[in-house]
């Protein structure tokens, strides 16, 4: 009887000493199933912290558009015609500005007006750039811009002048941050290149500050060659900010 024990102890001990634990364990499918969503979601974990990069990013977004003038230009109508007939759509081209020397613009395309609004500001305010500003109000030198049939024409002019431009380009300077500017718009009334031929003639746009770097002198010796004497040469020279 004890060899008989010993006999069926011996095939069954496994299953008596870990029979009763590791053969669920071994067996567990389901569990090894719930440690697979569980690496799923520390999966979902990493998402949601790629997730949380991208909703800081779209916050910065924010912040920087709550920081900048949005002019809406002009909006048109579209239509593509495909194998059923046509579908219409809406065009839109926007102006961003800091008010404080940086503009863009853009345009985009969609099914409906705000989301093709949407596209040309993020277009816009990604085509920004830099104007150097006399004063951080007006132009430091006349400019000529062209663009296709459009030919634009912007001029510096003294305080209390305003924005004398009308449709695109008022919108351009008003979110460019000018405050006296005299222009006239010469050939074609197409908003698009009305305004093309505008941001043509601000990137000819150069600061006395940038003229000296480049010919390696002074500011005040650039703006007595203009018949100004050395002390008003040089207190224009430190008003100068770009």
Known sequence: MADENQIQAQPGAPAAVEGGEQPQTENRGPGRGRGNRGGGDRNRGDRGGRGRRDDRRGNRDEDQGEELIEKLVHIN???????????????????????????????????????????????????????????????????????????????????????????????????????DVVTKSNGTSNPYNMIRATFAALGEQTSPKSVAQRRGKKVADLLRRGGASADVAQADAEAIAE
Do not use: N, Q
């Open 77 to 179: 109508r579209v239509s593509k015609t495909v194998k059923g007939g046509k579908r219409f759509g809406f065009a839109a081209l926007v102006v961003v500005g800091d008010g404080k020397g940086r503009a863009g613009f853009g345009h985009g395309k969609a099914r409906e007006v705000p989301e093709a609004i949407s596209k040309a500001t993020a277009a816009a305010k990604k085509a920004m750039v830099r104007v150097p500003l006399k004063e951080g109000r007006t132009l430091h030198h006349d400019g000529l811009g062209h663009f296709g049939a459009g030919k634009v024409t912007v001029r510096s002019a003294p305080a209390g002048t305003g924005i004398i431009a009308g449709g695109p380009m008022r919108a351009v300077f008003e979110s460019l941050g000018v405050a």
